[in-house]
C-alpha cells in the first residue's frame, strides 16, 4: 500500500515568508508525528497527533510553528516569519497508534531553504 | 551531555566486511532501542528494534543491547553497497508518557565500496 506521503517535496522561501507543508499519512493510523532534521543531525521531535487533537507539542521551538490535522488524516505543519535557521528537512511519520511498539513509518521530508 | 551519542563517521568499508554502529545513551529510562536506516533523500526506515538487554539477529543484521553500560550496537554481516546509507540509532521510553517520542542520535554514514 502507498507510504507517507510529503508535499513539496521541496520548498525554497524567503526569510520572513510563510509557509506550510503537508504530510499524508498511512490510511487507518492514528497517530502522526513531525520531525525536522537538519543537516548532518538525526530528526529532532516536533508535534504528536492522536487522531485530530496535538496530544504533545512539546517539540516545537517557538510560537512560529504551528501544526493542525483537522480531520484526522492530513497533517499541515505552519511556520510564520520563516527564519534562515529554520532550513531543514521537515519530516512526517504515522503509526497505527501511539503504542511505541508499532512502527514509525516515515515519509521522505520537505527539504525546506529559507534564503 | 546528549541523550544519545552517535559518531557520525563517515565509515568506509569493503564489500563483504562486518560493520560494526555504535551509539551511547545516558538516561536509563529508555528502554525501548531502534535502528533506522535512512538513504540519501529519504525518510527513515525502521530496521530492528529491541526492549531488553542482548542479541538479536535478523539476517545479515545483529543488533546488541547492554544496559548496564547504555550501549547499543548493530552489526552487519557480509556488507553489500546497497548497504551504503546513514544509519540511526533510535531510543524512546519503555512505556508512559512521551514513550512515543523518539530519541535519534546523528546518524552514522556508511559506504561500501564494491
Known amino acids: 500500500g502507498a507510504g507517507v506521503s510529503q508535499t513539496p517535496s521541496n520548498k525554497v522561501t524567503e526569510k520572513g515568508k510563510y509557509v506550510e507543508l503537508r504530510c499524508d499519512p498511512i490510511s487507518g493510523h492514528t497517530a502522526l508525528y513531525w520531525y525536522r532534521q537538519s543537516l548532518g543531525q538525526g530528526p529532532e521531535f516536533l508535534i504528536y497527533?492522536?487522531?485530530?487533537?496535538?496530544?504533545?507539542d512539546s517539540g516545537l521551538p517557538n510560537d512560529r510553528f504551528f501544526a493542525v490535522r483537522p480531520e484526522g488524516s492530513v497533517s499541515t505543519l505552519k511556520i510564520q516569519r520563516t527564519e534562515r535557521g529554520d532550513s531543514a528537512v521537515y519530516l512526517c511519520?504515522?503509526?497505527?497508534?501511539?503504542?511505541?511498539?508499532?512502527?514509525?513509518?516515515f515519509g521522505p521530508g520537505t527539504r525546506l531553504l529559507v534564503l | 551531555q546528549k541523550e544519545v551519542e552517535q559518531d557520525p563517521g563517515p565509515l568506509s568499508v569493503p564489500e563483504g566486511a562486518i560493520v560494526s554502529l555504535n551509539c551511547t545513551y545516558s538516561n536509563s529510562a529508555f528502554q525501548y532501542f531502534m535502528w533506522y536506516r535512512q538513504y540519501s533523500r529519504k525518510g527513515p526506515e525502521l530496521l530492528m528494534y529491541t526492549y531488553s538487554s542482548g542479541n538479536k539477529e535478523d539476517g545479515r543484521f545483529t543488533a546488541q543491547v547492554d544496559k548496564s553500560s547504555k550501549y547499543i550496537s548493530l552489526f552487519i554481516r557480509d556488507s553489500q553497497p546497497s548497504d551504503s546509507a546513514t544509519y540511526l540509532c533510535a531510543i524512546s521510553p519503555y512505556s508512559g508518557a512521551g514513550s512515543y517520542q523518539l530519541t535519534f542520535g546523528k546518524g552514522t554514514k556508511l559506504s561500501v565500496i564494491p
Open positions: 511519520a504515522s503509526s497505527l497508534t501511539r503504542d511505541n511498539k508499532e512502527t514509525q513509518y
Open positions: 497527533f492522536q487522531g485530530t487533537g496535538a496530544a504533545d
